[in-house]
């Protein structure tokens, strides 16, 4: 197993891995943001169930008002109002009006709304009573000036124009967003179908690496790796949950990831002690407890990466999937992104598991190690409003962040301050500034 696997072999040997979802839950719709769903989501409901009011006005018959001009306004007797939850128990007959607010049911003969901007309240003798488009408030005056020949259904929601009553509204394998969350609940649906999230247990090693805040010695750095790989993990979908930190030594890595499997997560993830030196005990843990799936990808960062499977700890228990990441945090981070990210959207019963890309051009010159495919870190030039800056044929304009010392797998400061992961093919081993690249833009803070 010492090939290079390419990008595209690890990552289809991974989601291969993943066995299908089975388990899923009913949560209430209000609780189900960020879930995936399991089951399409149908709407209960007709929205709207009635035609009804856009704006604040009169509801009106559009045929009394077709000669109106802003000299010339027709006047129409107000005969009551009708509110937003309230249904109406009024007819608007020829020559009359009804104040109406948004939302509020459209009372019966009327075939339009004159929103109040264009009507002038008056009093029994047509004498304004105050001013053009005043504010709707206050008891409905006794007649109204319509200074607009108001079309018919103008300002009218029509009943059914947003949802239809048995209609698919949300597709299963979606996840669920705000907007998903209020369409569901305006949908008349309490509760969904969605699978739940992932349980990532996420491990770091290093006989140097300490917990932050704890005193670091005359040789220790603090523990980068297991905090960011958490966050990763929640920001991908999955629940993380925390092991801790093994020395470099194979009993301390077993006993950590037997505790880990215990709990029987989806995936454990461990950063560090994958590569080939004498204290590198990971790829040994992971044969110990199951197998090994590949190791070392043609990328960079990133090149020793392990992935494999732990032996099931029960019967009924699918493999728990066994990730091991770089000790270098930016290594680690670009891995991650790479192959465990897909992953955990996969588990997490996504069917979107890729970024997109997107293109972009270089403002820097850019080397990289033969044979394999790079991921630089950049930031993207952004105008005065904070939008990416874009040439003539739609490429976003990077540059490296950090500049080119910002590259080292190490530098975290830069990868905290980058916009996207720019891809360099493996056919090149240099491109100079004003070459187009592939972009994968990465979350926002």
């Known amino acids: 197993m010492s090939e290079l696997h390419s990008v595209e072999e690890a990552r289809d040997a991974v989601l291969a891995a993943i066995p299908a979802r089975t388990t899923v839950q009913r949560r209430a719709t209000s609780e189900a943001f960020g879930l995936v769903l399991a089951e399409p989501v149908v709407s209960l409901t007709t929205l709207p169930p009635w035609d009804n009011s856009a704006m604040d006005g009169y509801a009106i018959r559009h045929a009394d008002v077709v000669a109106a001009t802003e000299d010339a306004p027709v006047s129409l007797a107000v005969i009551g109002e009708v509110r937003a939850g309230i249904a109406p128990d009024m007819v608007v007959a020829p020559g009359t009006a009804i104040r109406i607010a948004t ?5 019966p003969r009327a075939d339009a709304v004159a929103q109040v901007e264009l009507t002038t309240p008056a009093d029994a003798n047509d004498v304004a009573t105050g001013s053009r488009g005043r504010d709707a408030t206050g008891a409905p005056p006794a007649r109204i000036l319509v200074h607009d020949a108001i079309g018919h259904g103008a300002a009218i929601r029509r009943r059914g124009s947003d949802l239809v009553e048995g209609v698919t509204v949300l597709e299963s394998g979606m996840a669920m967003t705000a907007a998903g969350v209020a369409l569901a609940s305006g949908a008349g649906v309490a509760h969904v179908s969605v699978y739940p999230r992932p349980r990532i247990a996420v491990l770091a090693t290093g006989d140097e690496i300490r917990t932050a805040g704890e005193a670091l010695g005359p040789a220790g750095i603090p523990d980068a790796n297991g905090p ?10 999955g629940e993380s949950i925390r092991l801790g930190i093994a020395r470099d030594r194979l ?33 040994t843990a992971f044969e110990q407890l199951g197998r090994i799936e590949l190791w070392k990808v043609a990328v960079q960062p990133g090149k020793p990466f392990v992935f494999g499977t732990a032996n099931p700890i029960a019967p009924d228990a699918p493999p728990t999937l066994l990730f091991g990441l770089p000790g270098n945090p930016v290594s680690s981070f670009v891995t991650f992104e790479l192959f465990v990210r897909p992953a955990i959207r996969r588990l997490a019963g996504r069917r979107d598991v890729l970024r997109p890309t997107d293109h972009a051009v270089l403002g820097d010159d850019v080397s990289k190690s033969a044979g394999r495919r790079a991921f630089l870190r950049v930031t993207a030039e952004r105008d005065a409003a904070g939008a990416p800056v874009r040439d003539e044929r739609g490429r976003v304009r990077v540059r490296l962040s950090g500049g080119a010392a910002g590259q080292g797998s190490h530098v975290m400061s830069a990868l905290a301050t980058a916009d996207a992961l720019a891809v360099i093919p493996e056919a090149h081993d240099t491109l100079a500034a004003g070459a187009e690249v592939e972009l994968w833009w990465l979350d926002p803070a």
């Open 251 to 283: 009993d301390d890595v077993l006993a950590l990831l037997t505790s880990g499997l215990a709990q029987r997560p989806d995936a454990i993830i461990v950063s560090g002690g994958v590569s080939v030196g004498p204290y590198d005990v990971v790829r």
């Open 228 to 237: 960011g790989l958490a966050a990763l993990v929640d920001a991908a979908g």
């Open 103 to 107: 939302g509020a049911p459209v009372p």
